[in-house]
Structure formats: C-alpha cells, structure tokens
C-alpha cells in the first residue's frame, strides 16, 4: 500500500470514528446540548481536527443521519423474496417497522430531533434514505402494473404509505401506544403487544388498499 492510500485510509478510520463518537452523543442527548468540543473529546481529538473533516455541527449531523439511513436501507432491503407485489409491499412495511422498533434512538435521529437543515439546503442529501423511498415507489408500481391496485399517482401513494408505518413508529418508540399496555377497562385493546399491534396494523393497511382499489 502507498503513502497516499494509506493517508487516505486513516482519513476514513477517523471519519468512521468521529460520525460514531457524534452518533453516540447525539443519542444521548439533544441537539443543542451536543457540541463539536463534546464531540471531539469522546472521539479523543482536537476540535480543530474535527472542522478539518466538517464545517460545523449541523453538517456533521447530516452524515450522522447519513449513516444511519444506510444502515436503516441495508436491513431493509432484504426483503423475503417472493413473486407477488402485494405481498412483497407488506414486507418492506415489516421490516421498516421492525428496524424503528429494534432502533428507537437511530430513528429519533432520522426522523424526530428537531435541528438545522442548512447542510442539506445546500447540497447534500439522505442518499440511502432516497434510495429507500424509491424502492418504496418501485414496489407500488409493481403492485398497479399488476393490477392488484390503481392510483393515478405512485409517488404521492408511496410517501402516504411511508407516512402511515412513520406514524405507527413514531408513536411506538415516543410511548404514545403505551395506553395499551395497561390495564384500562374501558379500553378494547388493551393488555395487547403492541410492536405486534404496529406490525397487524401494516397488514391490515394494505389489505384494506388492495380491496378498496384492486
């Protein structure tokens, strides 16, 4: 191995340990509590180091989500594979849930914690996290052109989908379902599992969309 390549390997090294040393901080805490000093001290850097690789926080924040949507899109891509489209929908809404279930604190940072947007107003983007979507959209198109369901539309189908299994998560891993895990007598659904609950419901929702426009 070269110089060149090797310095370019230990960038990499400390660029994998600054977005972790970030990562763990920010699940720790809030946005605005967390700074780049904080982060430097637990990656064990100067913070002069860490502006060599991130002009302030929000772009480094931005990589932080960055990470975890590709590590959200490599589990949820591994779909079980099957021929059918509708089936294959109900699938990817599984496994989306069951990684928002399985990792609360890496989807508050996606998707809940409330920060500037400013690195990715210019340029920057959440690539896995659009590729995810355009699977999403594949899926339903797969689903129309089979004629299991109709929409003029897959696109504004596929984010009303996301939005739906988005809400269920969010309201799972805020503790807003926890009204089911009590013992209220006046409630149907109590004393029920609820991660099931969010896993029925996503079965549920598709059923419910291939009758109403199959």
């Known amino acids: 191995m070269g110089i060149q390549?090797?310095?370019?390997r230990e960038k990499e090294d400390l660029r994998r340990k600054i977005i972790l040393a970030a990562t763990e901080l920010f699940r720790e805490e809030t946005y605005g509590a967390v700074s780049m000093r904080k982060i430097a001290k637990r990656v064990e850097y100067s913070v002069g180091t860490l502006y060599l690789y991130y002009k302030d926080k929000d772009e480094l924040f931005l990589a932080v989500q960055s990470a975890a949507f590709e590590r959200a899109f490599s589990f949820i891509q591994e779909l079980p594979p099957t021929k059918d489209p509708v089936d294959k929908l109900k699938?990817?809404?599984?496994?989306?849930l069951r990684f928002g279930i399985d990792n609360p604190d890496l989807y508050r940072l996606m998707f809940m914690m409330e920060h500037p947007m400013d690195a990715m107003a210019e340029g920057d983007a959440w690539h896995s996290g659009i590729a995810l979507h355009n699977l999403l959209t594949s899926i339903v198109k797969e689903c129309v052109e089979a004629g299991r369901m109709t929409t003029e539309d897959p696109d504004r189908l596929s984010f009303?989908?996301?939005s739906l299994v988005h809400g269920m998560v969010s309201l799972l891993i805020s503790q807003r379902l926890k009204i089911y895990d009590g013992n209220h007598l006046?409630?149907?659904l109590c004393n029920i599992d609820t991660d099931q609950l969010v896993l029925d419901t996503n079965e549920m929702m598709i059923k419910i969309l291939e009758r109403h426009q199959g």
């Open 5 to 8: 390549q090797r310095k370019e």
């Open 186 to 188: 006046d409630c149907p």
């Open 91 to 96: 699938k990817l809404g599984e496994r989306y």
């Open 160 to 162: 009303a989908l996301w």
